[in-house]
């Protein structure tokens, strides 16, 4: 079985400009480089499609949990 990780999914409504596949690139690359015990391991970072229809993904190691609005929800 294979290894559970959580993806980020970023999707255009119009074919994405080169500033916006820049930051995708350094995302990557500041999360490649990051290490620390509360954060979770980088994984993979790719593409698919091409023009309107091209998607940019992050994936991270899966950390099991509540969600962040679960979490928020407590501390109100």
Known sequence: MGRKVALKELVFAHVPEEEQIAAFQRESR??????HPQIPDFVA??????GIEKRLYLAQEYVEGPSLLARLAEHR
């Open 45 to 50: 970072s790719f593409e698919e499609g091409e």
């Open 30 to 35: 500041l999360l490649r480089q990051l290490d």
